[in-house]
């Protein structure tokens, strides 16, 4: 056998591989590749979106987080406005109870006072005239009179 004709030969074949190659097996792998490409792209954009909106999310989080405290922030205030509206109500109604009660004693009071003064008025009469009748059923003696008068004046 002869060097010459192996090496053409093997070069012959060699090229008939390399156009085998070419033919039918690397379009497949150039397009596998090619998908591979645009698939790992894709997931990178994706990616990338994914930041955004997880930045845009944690932005929109901390948004309604401040709102939610500005909200109870509201219901806070509004609570304690309310409890010390209550609390005023409670003390206009006590002190409109207690001038209620203030008043009717003050109209007790006076009725006591009123009849107090008639009650003595009455006793204050009678003893006059149970000293008048004594003196009148005496004889009129001015000795007499003075210690009746004295006595009365005790017994007042």
């Known amino acids: 056998m002869n060097i010459n004709a192996t090496l053409i030969g ?12 070419k033919q039918y097996v ?3 792998l150039i397009a596998a590749m090619e998908e591979r490409q645009k698939h790992i792209e894709a997931g990178l954009l994706a990616a990338e979106r994914g930041l955004s909106e997880q930045a845009e999310a ?3 989080a901390q948004e309604l987080i401040s709102q939610s405290k500005d909200q109870a922030a509201e219901i806070i ?8 509206n209550m609390v005023e109500e409670a003390k ?23 009849r107090a003064r008639n ?13 008048v009748n004594a003196v009148l059923a005496k ?7 003075k210690d009746m008068l004295s006595k009365l004046s005790q017994t007042l």
């Open 10 to 21: 093997q070069s012959i074949a060699f090229f008939i591989f390399i156009y085998m190659v």
């Open 26 to 28: 690397w379009p497949p």
């Open 58 to 60: 944690e932005q929109r």
């Open 77 to 84: 205030s509004n609570a304690s406005k309310q409890a010390s």
């Open 92 to 114: 206009d109604v006590a002190v409109q109870a207690a001038d209620k009660v203030k008043s009717q004693a003050t109209a007790e009071l006076e009725q006591d006072k009123v």
């Open 119 to 131: 009650e003595l008025q009455e006793q204050v009469s009678t003893l006059v005239m149970q000293g």
């Open 139 to 145: 004889e009129v003696d001015g000795k007499t009179h």
